[in-house]
């Protein structure tokens, strides 16, 4: 029995997802790890428009959640993993505007599905979702999870979705860079079905890279621990190595000692920007 289930009259089982403000007045620096370049995207990935995708996304994601409701296992809004994980999202979201202006626009929503599944994502538009197994097999701190966090809101903010399913879908048609494609033609058509990929993208070793710098730099600021990137890498590989079922993120973000060696370096760049957060009031 799912410890999220709900009795059969529970007030909360048709209520709508939980909406974060981003909050006011609280603007980012310069970016310490990565380029702030999303507003020179290249041609390839212009040939979907954001609101297209993130249409489509917001689409698939409440389809996602009708399920998951229809299962008994959304949960609910006085959850307390569910408030851990909305109390992470507003420290984070007020510094993403940076990353990509969009975001400024997005309506930003955070839900928890019981599952033993290990996973986590952000869907384009700020549509995040993470499943109870992730929490509990890996026994994740807070700042673990804004790690987590972090990074499924980078793939997000730098529109590695975008790019990565532009690239599958011409090249599985055979299209050619040419009037058609400037026009969008039927890639732009397209779009507006893509949604039901959004959750089985692989991205490329480099997209990984950057998602795990961004989303470092996004929790640092807002005030967590940054060494947790590397506590949080060190039990995904424990867990890949482990009898374990349901790795479902694994399957699209692996782990290994490269990819905490490239974090290890990384860490003490954001320490200042960490103690500067503390000191916040």
């Not at 007030?11 to 007045?25: E, I, Y």
């Not at 033609?185 to 993208?201: I, Y």
């Not at 890279?209 to 621990?225: H, K, M, P, Q, S």
């Amino acid at each position: 029995m799912c410890l999220l289930c709900p009795a059969p009259s529970s007030p909360w089982f048709a209520r709508r997802g939980f909406l974060l403000a981003a909050g006011a007045g609280l603007v980012a620096p310069a970016s310490t790890l990565a380029q702030v370049d999303v507003g020179s995207a290249s041609a390839v990935r212009k040939l979907v428009p954001a609101e297209t995708l993130e249409s489509s996304a917001a689409q698939q994601y409440q389809q996602l959640l009708a399920q998951a409701r229809s299962q008994r296992s959304l949960a609910p809004e006085g959850h307390p993993q569910l408030q851990r994980l909305h109390a992470i999202a507003r420290r984070l979201i007020p510094f993403t505007q940076p990353w990509n202006d969009r975001a400024r626009q997005w309506r930003w929503e955070v839900n928890l599905i019981g599952s033993t599944q290990v996973n986590a994502f952000c869907m384009p538009g700020g549509k995040i979702a993470f499943y109870s197994g992730i929490l509990d097999k890996l026994q994740l701190s807070d700042d673990e999870t804004a790690m987590v966090m972090g990074h499924e809101m980078a793939h997000a903010l730098r529109e590695h979705a975008r790019e990565q399913l532009v690239k599958t879908q011409a090249t599985s048609i055979g299209l050619r860079l040419g009037s058609q494609l400037l026009g969008l033609g039927d890639l732009g058509h397209m779009a507006a079905n893509l949604g039901g990929q959004l959750l089985s993208l692989k991205f490329s070793r480099s997209d990984e890279t950057d998602a795990d710098l961004v989303g470092l730099e996004l929790a640092a600021r807002a005030g967590y621990r940054p060494e947790a990137a590397v506590s949080l890498w060190q039990k995904m590989g424990n867990a890949s190595g482990s009898a374990q079922g349901g790795l479902a993120f694994l399957s699209t973000h692996p782990s290994g000692p490269a990819r905490i060696q490239e974090l290890e370096r990384n860490v003490p760049k954001v320490q200042g920007l960490f103690a500067a957060a503390r000191q916040r009031p």
